[in-house]
DNA sequence: TTAAATAGGACTAAAATAGTACTCATTGAA
DNA sequence: TTCAATGAGTACTATTTTAGTCCTATTTAA
């Protein structure tokens, strides 16, 4: 299903919120409340975002965590990144260790191409285009040739 | 890290060989022991690939697996799908059914966008391209500004 | 010094995926 | 007509991944 993981989910949706208040500290506590989200699920997830340098954090009383930088600059490849490591679509293109597909791994090639697309299509939406609220139209539409592929 | 099934994977694999000899009827024993996937996996694949109508088969003695139509008009998208179900990224965006995000939902609207322009990414992208022996230079070119974002 | 926070890591439980096995249906050829 | 080769369909098991929780240490404001 090339499916994101629930948590990366849960990181957008933590991220939104933060979004309408930038300059507010937030701490674990209060986005689990406005979130419904679990507070130490809310915590894991804060913490990688940390470590991927998408939040600041800021310890002890009255800390909590802020926007590293403006939504704008704040790629949906680097959220799916934090939370879920390399993004890559097969082993091979991760790292070429181990890699076990002796007659099969001409093709493996090509994935990159595929995996590149997608890098920069991922890398071209941003936290801010996340949230806006409405949709613009150009974006979904579909070349009618796709329809008789 | 937003990847692939295995089995996706080891479909392209099986799938690039066939592409190699179209014309001929391949038992899903002699794929096996090409490829070197375990005889009953490969079975496994196949079948799903039919199901999606990717492949064609024939039943019984001398039966086997065809291409259903010329790898050109065979996407990537469509593969993925076969293996995988419908190519979405989050749960709201396959379907809206028990969707329990309720603060966070508005957000996901927006994963549609993103959604939407994968799924034209892994539609562009067919089986001939995916078994071109060498790779086009500009296909891996990076706008510049990228790395800086 | 104490309370409120984050940091980091270890652990458990649940879910998804991979892989296997078994039985049935179809077909070509002896 | 029977047999052997082959795909179809389904159910099951094992493995791996993911989600979620918990505990302890560290930091800092009051």
Redesign the pocket.
């Known amino acids: 299903?090339l499916?994101l993981?629930?948590?990366?989910d849960?990181a957008t949706v933590i991220l939104s919120y933060m979004v309408k208040d930038q300059t507010d500290l937030?701490?674990?506590?209060e986005i689990s409340k406005v979130t419904g989200?679990?507070?130490?699920?809310v915590?894991?997830i804060?913490?990688l975002l940390?470590?991927a340098r998408v939040l600041t954090?800021?310890?002890?009383?009255?800390?909590?965590?802020l926007l590293a930088r403006a939504p704008e600059r704040i790629t949906v490849a680097s959220v799916i990144n934090a939370?879920?490591g390399p993004i890559a679509l097969t082993e091979c293109s991760a790292s070429h260790k181990d890699c076990g597909h002796t007659s099969g791994c001409e093709i493996q090639g090509r994935w990159e191409l595929v995996n590149q697309k997608i890098l920069n299509t991922l890398e071209s939406v941003t936290l801010a285009d996340m949230v806006l609220p409405v949709k613009q139209p150009e974006e979904v539409l579909i070349p009618i040739s796709r329809l008789y592929k």
């Open positions: 299903m499916k993981s629930k948590l990366t849960y937030h701490a674990a506590q989200i679990a507070q130490p699920t915590s894991k804060l913490k940390v470590k954090s800021i310890r002890g009383a009255k800390g909590g965590y939370m879920e």
